[in-house]
């Protein structure tokens, strides 16, 4: 359920790569979000064109209030972090946090992050209590077997994400490993700065115009 950005900075040979992003995202969200827009499209294409009276119109105005928020909410979450900074890609915001402001990342029911005395969730984190409970059978089962090949955790060094923990659940090994590059880049100059929230009005303000215009059009007919 993650992918990674593989551009490295050029180290020593003896240095572990220094990638420029550590890129986490659900890959079942995106998928799902990709087969939504796609029956949404053929199903507009046809309404459009094969629609009679006011339903072409409805229909394209119906397009930006499904089609923004199916992207928001399946496609743009993303959290990104380097050396550093932490980047959260929610739905609706994005929240850049130098490591320095970074105070707690916490996976209960949702993961969310603590920074500058703030809250936030982390959508592209998901938790999973199936996957969990799958996670601690593993581990136990592995554990009780003597398995050679259960990982230790590494010392002080960030995993890629295709090297998280697999006797844990993804959405936890995520967040230690986030939580162990805060803990060891939070005083260090280049992570100091401000927390940044912005609103990603991309998606807001053609979701509203839409709602507007779709609206105006029932109301005409």
């Known amino acids: 359920m993650t992918e990674s950005d593989r551009t490295p900075h050029q180290g020593s040979a003896a240095e572990e790569p220094v990638y420029a992003d550590r890129v986490y995202r659900s890959v079942p969200s995106v998928i799902a979000g990709v087969m939504m827009l796609a029956v949404a499209a053929w199903l507009i294409i046809d309404a459009v064109v094969s629609g009679t009276g006011a339903t072409p119109w409805v229909a394209l105005a119906a397009a930006p209030v499904f089609a923004f928020p ?19 890609r929610n739905p609706l915001r ?6 320095g402001k970074v105070e707690q990342l916490k996976a209960g029911y949702s993961v969310e992050l603590f920074a500058d005395g703030r809250k936030f ?24 077997e003597g398995d050679p090949n259960l990982p230790a955790r590494p010392a002080r060094k960030t995993p890629r994400p295709d090297q998280l923990d697999p006797t844990r659940a993804w959405s936890d090994a995520v967040v230690t490993a986030l939580q162990e590059q805060a803990e060891r880049n939070a005083h260090k100059p280049a992570a100091a700065g401000e927390l940044q929230a912005t609103w990603c009005w991309w998606v807001i303000a053609p979701t509203v115009a839409g ?4 609206v105006s059009v029932i109301a005409a007919t």
């Open 121 to 144: 969730q982390v959508w592209a984190i998901p938790v999973s209590i199936r996957q969990r409970k799958k996670a601690t059978r593993r581990a136990s089962r592995a554990a009780a």
């Open 70 to 88: 199916v992207i928001a909410y399946t496609l743009r979450p993303v959290v990104r972090a380097n050396d550093r900074r932490l980047v959260v």
């Open 94 to 99: 994005t929240i850049v946090a130098p490591w």
């Open 211 to 214: 709602l507007i215009a779709l």
